[in-house]
């Protein structure tokens, strides 16, 4: 099964005039809800990576909220996906491709370990599922959180939780600290670099929180 990389988003209010062909099927297919969660808000058709040949049988109708996820535009909810019990047991295939790929950035917890062990899919479909390489994941942080969760992007301000020693100097940056215009270190999720009294420093993200 040969797929070219893509996929495509499409939010729409479910007005039957404005729906493309192939989200009227998912509509009704899901009656008009996620195929992940049953949520009825938000609703699109979420084609499945790697490449999709814009067809139902390629695609789910999912919520906002879970597509976020699914394409890792924000940290991994893990409560939310209890709802992979259900949907897991879908008779339709993109949504067990879908389910399966959850599962397995989720597998660190004993209840979606043992739902990957119920789950079924046949050579093609497995080989389909592990296209994308989220099964070699686990279920870490995969975005810079700050000591509160909150997720911290390039040139955020954040505040120093903890006195710290910093390496290399003859001072220490107090709790409290307040450290402007972070970068973000691209190959360590649990690091920043921050200018504290005019020195770049490294500093974790456990020990700040957003300003």
């Known amino acids: 099964m040969k797929r070219a990389i893509s996929f495509q988003l499409t939010f729409r209010a479910l007005d039957?005039?404005?729906?493309?062909?192939?989200?009227?099927?998912?509509?009704?297919?899901?009656?008009?809800?996620?195929?992940?969660?049953?949520?009825?808000?938000?609703?699109?058709?979420y084609?499945?990576?790697?490449?999709?040949y814009a067809n139902a049988e390629d695609s789910i109708y999912a919520c906002e909220a879970c597509i976020a996820q699914?394409?890792?535009?924000?940290?991994?909810?893990?409560?939310?996906?209890?709802?992979?019990?259900?949907?897991?047991?879908?008779?339709y295939i993109p949504v067990k491709?879908?389910?399966?790929?959850?599962?397995?950035?989720?597998?660190n917890e004993t209840w979606a370990a043992d739902a990957l062990d119920m789950l079924y899919l046949d050579e093609e479909q497995l080989t389909w599922a592990?296209?994308?390489?989220?099964?070699?994941?686990d279920s870490a942080v995969l975005f810079h959180v700050d000591s509160n969760g909150q997720r911290?992007?390039?040139g955020d301000t954040v505040v120093l939780v903890k006195t710290l020693d910093v390496k290399g100097t003859s001072f220490s940056a107090r709790a409290g600290t307040v450290?402007?215009?972070i970068r973000l270190v691209s190959d360590?999720?649990?690091?920043?670099?921050?200018?504290?009294?005019?020195?770049?420093?490294?500093?974790?993200?456990?020990?700040?929180?957003?300003g």
């Open 16 to 45: 039957s005039t404005t729906l493309t062909h192939i989200e009227k099927v998912l509509a009704e297919r899901s009656g008009n809800c996620c195929e992940l969660c049953s949520s009825a808000l938000s609703l699109a058709t």
């Open 47 to 52: 084609e499945i990576p790697p490449g999709s």
């Open 70 to 91: 699914l394409t890792k535009q924000v940290p991994l909810d893990e409560s939310h996906w209890n709802c992979l019990l259900s949907s897991m047991w879908s008779e």
């Open 97 to 107: 491709i879908v389910a399966w790929r959850m599962l397995q950035r989720l597998r």
């Open 130 to 137: 592990k296209a994308t390489g989220d099964h070699e994941n």
């Open 152 to 154: 911290l992007i390039d």
């Open 179 to 181: 450290v402007k215009n």
């Open 188 to 210: 360590n999720v649990e690091q920043v670099e921050g200018k504290i009294e005019n020195q770049q420093i490294v500093i974790l993200t456990k020990y700040i929180r957003k």
